[in-house]
C-alpha cells in the first residue's frame, strides 16, 4: 500500500522486556516522527527524523527509549526494560519534506503496546 | 511554549447538520501551522485541513472549514451535512518552524453523529 505501516499491529511484553516497534513511512517521505499516545488522550511527540539523522530526540521519557533510521526509510523504536507506564499506543507519521510547517503528517495504524 | 486547547464535552450533532469543534492555541511564533486530525475508533489518524499562520482565507476541504481567527488564536472546524461516518476523536494540533514541525496536540474532541 501507499501509506504508512507499522508492525506489529498490537504488541504484549511482560515488564523488563525489550520490544522493537517498526515503520515504514511512505516512500519518498523526508521527515519521520514518532509519536506516544495515552488512553485517551492526543498523541505525544517522541523523537523526529530528517532522512537518517535523528533531528530531536527531546520528547524521549527515558534513555530506555532510542529510535532509530539507518537508511533513511525504515526506522525502529526501541524500548529496553519496559515499565507499565509504557503501555500506550505507539504512532509514526511521515511527510514529504524536511522544513516547513505546510506539510501534513501521514500517520500509520500505531503500534498498542500493552506491558503486564 | 506552544499549547493546543480543547475543551468541549463530548459533542453530538443531528445526521446533515452542521458542527463547530472549538480549538485555541497559544504560541509567540509567527510562523506556524494549524492541524485538524480525525481518529475513528479503529485508531488511524486522518488529515483532514491545514491553515498556515499567514494565510488570509480561511481553508476548506470539502465538507470541511477551518474558521481561523488569528487575533483570538482560534482555529475552529466547522463539518458541514454530518455524516454517521464522522463519529470520531477529533484533535487539533499546531506545528513551529523552528521546532523542526513536529505537531503538538490537544487533547481531542468526542463527536457523536445522531441518525
Known amino acids: 500500500g501507499a501509506g504508512v505501516s507499522q508492525s506489529p499491529r498490537y504488541k504484549v511484553a511482560k515488564r523488563g522486556q525489550d520490544v522493537a516497534l517498526r515503520c515504514d513511512p511512505i516512500?519518498?517521505?523526508?521527515?519521520l516522527f514518532w509519536y506516544q499516545q495515552a488512553l485517551g488522550q492526543g498523541p505525544e511527540f517522541l523523537t523526529y527524523f530528517q532522512n537518517e539523522a535523528q533531528l530531536d530526540k527531546s520528547g524521549l521519557p527515558s534513555d530506555r527509549f532510542f529510535a532509530e533510521r539507518p537508511e533513511g526509510s525504515v526506522s525502529t523504536l526501541k524500548i529496553q526494560r519496559t515499565q507499565q507506564e509504557d503501555s500506550a499506543v505507539y504512532l509514526c507519521?511521515?511527510?514529504?519534506?524536511?522544513?516547513?510547517?505546510?506539510?501534513?503528517?501521514?500517520f500509520g495504524d500505531g503500534t498498542r503496546l500493552s506491558i503486564l | 511554549a506552544q499549547k493546543i486547547t480543547q475543551t468541549q464535552p463530548g459533542m453530538f450533532v443531528q445526521e446533515k447538520e452542521a458542527v463547530t469543534l472549538d480549538c485555541t492555541y497559544d504560541?509567540?511564533?509567527?510562523?506556524?501551522?494549524l492541524f485538524w486530525y480525525k481518529q475513528p475508533s479503529s485508531g488511524e489518524m486522518i488529515f483532514l485541513i491545514y491553515q498556515g499562520s499567514y494565510d488570509e482565507q480561511n481553508a476548506t476541504e470539502g465538507r470541511y472549514s477551518l474558521n481561523f481567527q488569528k487575533a483570538r488564536k482560534s482555529a475552529n472546524l466547522v463539518i458541514s451535512a454530518s455524516q454517521l461516518g464522522d463519529s470520531a476523536m477529533y484533535f487539533c494540533a499546531m506545528s513551529l518552524l523552528r521546532a523542526n514541525s513536529k505537531l503538538t496536540f490537544g487533547k481531542g474532541i468526542t463527536l457523536s453523529v445522531r441518525p
Open positions: 516512500s519518498g517521505h523526508v521527515s
Open positions: 504560541t509567540s511564533d509567527q510562523s506556524y501551522g
Open positions: 507519521a511521515s511527510s514529504l519534506t524536511g522544513t516547513g510547517v505546510d506539510q501534513p503528517q501521514h
